[in-house]
Structures are given as C-alpha cells and as structure tokens.
C-alpha cells in the first residue's frame, strides 16, 4: 500500500509541473491553481471486542494481531513459541507481540490496556488499509490467568469483504498451552488465585504441544493439592470476541 | 440415427446428474484432547435419511460395540448393507492427543449426501466423538467441524479399568489405556446412566489417587472439554 500511496503523490508533482510549464508558456498569466491535496488512503476501522464469558478467570491483556495469511499464534498439536509459552504462563503478552511483530505477515498489532475481569469487556481498534481488507485476518490471544496455562483467542479469522456496520462474532474455547503442567499450586498461578511466579521456561507438561485444554480440577473436586477451588472451573466457551468495522 | 443417438445421451446425462450426487472430499479428522487416544474411525458417507446414531435414542448394537470397545465391524456391516461410501480406519489404529488423520472419500454415482465419523475415546467406557450426518457441501472448499464427546448411554460409567475384557459390548470396564496414565484399584465412579439413550457425555470423573479411590482415571489427565475432535472436510 505504501508504493501505491508514493506513486500517487509522484502523479500529482507531475501534474503540478506539468501545470507550472503551461503557465509559463501561456502569453498571460493565469492564476496558479495549487494542485489538489492527494487524498489519504481509504483506511477501514476494524473495532475487536473481547467478552470474558468465564465466572472466576480474570483474561490477562489480550494481544491482537492483524495478519496476512501464513500466520498463526498457534496450531494444535505443535509447541507453542516463546512468546505463547510467556503469554500462557504470566499473561505477558509482550514477546507474543514481538514475535508477530517479526513474522513478516504481520499488518498491525496490539495489546490491551489491562486484564479483563470475568464478565467484562474491552474494545481494541485495529485499522488497516481498506485495499487490504479481503487479505486481512484477525488472531486473538490472552490467558486464563487463574490457570497453569489456559489460553483462549481465535486463530486467523479473515476480515474478507467487511462492510462499514458488519461484524463477525466468534465464541472461543480454551486451550492448554501445553508448556506447563497443570499443577493449580498457587506458586505456578499468576492470576489473583496463586500470585505465583508465572513463567518459567522449563517446559513440563506431559507434551510440549497445545491441545484443548481439559478444565480445572480444582480442590473441591478431589485435587487435595490444587490451590484452585469450584469457582475457577470453566467449561466452552470461555471469551467471545467479536469484529466490528466501523470505518 | 445420428440424431436420435444424441437425444438418448442427453437424456442418459440428464438422468445420471439428477440421479447421483457426486462428491470428491477430503476428511481430515484432528484430535483436540489433551489424554484422550482415539479407537479407529469409521468415516461414512451415507444417504439423506440414514444415520448412525441418533440422539434421544438408544444406541444400535454396532454403535454399542464401537462406542465400548472400538470395533467397527458391526457398522461395516451396516454401512454396506445400506449402500453407504465409507472408509474404516483412516489412521491405521490409534490416533494419540493432538495427532490427525485423514482419508479421502468419493460418492459419485451415489446418493450418499451426508457424512458421519465415529471413533470411541479411550480411555472411558463408551465414549464417543460423532459427527453426525451433516450434509456434505456442494461448494468447493473447507469446511470445519467441532466435535462433541457422546456418551452411548450402555454401560456404566464405572470408569475402572478392564483391558482388554471391558471392551466387549455389556462386559464392564474400560477397555484399554493407551497413554499408560491410568491407576487401578478404583471402587467405580458411577452406576448405571440415567439416560440410556445417546446424550452429550458428561465428561469423565477421575481422581488424583493412582492405586485406588472410585475411579482408575485421573481427573488432571483424562478430562475433556468439548469439542474434543475437529474434522475438517475439503470438497474439491
């Protein structure tokens, strides 16, 4: 988009010199006519609301990656990167953000301003060049963060032909990162239930792979080890995220 | 002559494509659990008012037998005495967490419109991932399905392991436990289902005492939430 903005603004210096010649060879002088502001590119506003359906799993700040196809924050069955792995295990997102950011598919991205409580919501806008639109997709992600390694989003979902006033709603599942066993100790739980340690970069769970994750045990049902009580189950789903474009 | 024998392939077109559906797909069947093994799928295009199992009801002796013990010769019986498109054991036995599968299926010259993939969960005791006759698109393109663990409502969920004697159909017990992380000595988590019929399974109980407790299973390995399978279906 950006060659197709230069060339635009070189047409009009053409133009504008090619209006300076005229005048000069004209045997009167007309009034200089400034040449037309170039306007900016048409730019679509995609608003990204994120919906925490959970009852006790406070969602750490969500990151929101707007990519090209050949991106993915994640896929079932292979090992989350680093920056998942920080993201799963601290709710810092960060090194996700960062690794997006490097992936070379990458449009725009962003990070939310704080967790998400259970109940509540936050809106995020993403804007992209509205030529880009139908080569657009949106990946959400964020933490359970009363968890081991919860984490829950969507996965390249494609803009497509958006119009101003569609939206496109998504009800997320959660996942197991995968990168950390599912112990409930509250030395490993970074949310509010443990004020653990979060990240840890020893990888422990069964398999390094992301699989959908199997719920919370929790103490009352029979973990006697679990920090983790009833309230912080959940069953699907567990975010609902919804694109709106507005512009 | 020449005219008339045009006529008649026309007719012969018309009649076939009206005739037949004709579909050329690709099944690719992903398991989304985190310890939970597959028994092997059966993978079945079949016509419009058939169906493998039907929720509300009880399951069919086949169903049963899958859903307790994995076989699936029961419903090759069935699905060939019905005319059915089908391919049994895409992934050559067990499909372990996280690992996928997939089979290509044609129906041409067939009226088998809908598709259906069945497979028992392991460890449980009649367990099952069922994608239930949903209609093959006729677009090109990728299709994807999420889907939900069944329980087929015939044997107690005692959740104690019995391998391999369990996996007969009315015999107790878990059948097997492929990923090695069960226990034994367990009491037996439940009694008999209340509903009998095919339901939506609710999920497995486990424990956290390896040697004893109610149930063999542990609830940190071998709990579910759905989906726990996704099949993805590619119409060409």
């Known amino acids: 988009m950006n060659s197709t903005y230069l060339r635009a603004r070189v047409c009009g210096i053409a133009a504008a010199t090619m209006l300076g010649i005229a005048a000069c060879s004209g045997s009167s002088t007309p009034p200089v006519t400034p040449p037309a502001p170039i306007p900016p590119p048409p730019m679509a506003t995609i608003e990204v609301t994120i919906s925490n359906l959970t009852n006790a799993q406070p969602l750490s700040p969500v990151a929101v990656v707007a990519h090209t196809d050949g991106y993915n924050p994640f896929s079932v069955g292979q090992a989350a990167t680093p920056g998942l792995e920080m993201l799963a295990e601290a709710g810092d997102n960060t090194a996700f953000l960062v690794e997006a950011d490097a992936s070379g598919s990458i449009r725009t991205s962003a990070s939310g301003t704080g967790p998400i409580p259970p109940g509540a919501s936050e809106t995020i806008s993403v804007v992209v060049f509205e030529s880009l639109l139908s080569n657009t997709q949106i990946s959400v992600m964020t933490m359970l963060v009363n968890t081991n390694d919860a984490i829950s989003g969507i996965n390249a979902v494609a803009t497509g032909d958006m119009q101003v006033g569609d939206s496109i709603s998504r009800r997320a599942i959660a996942y197991d990162a995968g990168t950390e066993a599912n112990t409930e100790t509250a030395v490993t739980i970074p949310g509010p239930a443990g004020n653990g340690e979060g990240f840890n970069a020893a990888r422990d769970d069964r398999v390094d792979q992301v699989t959908m994750h199997g719920g919370v045990v929790s103490r009352d049902d029979g973990f006697a080890s679990s920090d983790l009580r009833e309230a912080h189950r959940f069953d699907n789903p567990v975010v609902q995220v919804t694109l709106t474009r507005t512009l | ?236």
């Open chain 2, 1 to 236: 002559m020449n005219r008339i024998f045009k006529v008649a392939f026309c007719i012969g077109t018309f009649l076939f494509a009206s005739a037949a559906s004709a579909a050329d797909i690709n099944v690719r069947i992903v398991n989304l659990t985190n310890g939970i093994w597959y028994t092997p799928f059966m993978v079945a295009a079949h016509t419009d008012d058939s169906r493998l199992f039907t929720t509300g009801m009880p399951a069919s002796a086949s169903i049963q037998a899958m859903a307790e013990g994995g076989t699936l010769a029961g419903l090759e019986t069935d699905l060939t005495a019905i005319g059915a498109t089908f391919v049994a054991n895409p992934a050559g036995g067990l499909l372990p967490p996280a690992m996928e599968t997939d089979t290509d299926l044609n129906t041409d010259g067939t009226d088998n419109v809908r598709l259906s993939v069945v497979a028992m969960l392991l460890p449980t005791n009649d367990a099952f991932m069922g994608l239930n006759a949903v209609t093959i698109p006729a677009e090109p393109g990728v299709y994807v399905f999420n889907v939900p663990a069944y329980d087929a409502g015939t044997e107690a969920n005692d959740e104690i392991l019995n391998a391999p004697a369990g996996g007969a159909p009315g015999v107790a017990g878990m059948p097997g436990d492929p990923g090695g992380l069960a226990g034994s000595g367990g009491s037996g988590a439940a009694g008999a289902d209340a509903n009998a019929n095919v339901h939506i399974h609710r999920n497995t109980l486990g424990d956290t005492d390896g040697t004893g407790g109610t149930s063999d299973l542990d609830s940190r390995v071998h709990r579910w939430l759905n989906p726990v399978a996704r099949v993805i279906v590619t119409v060409r």
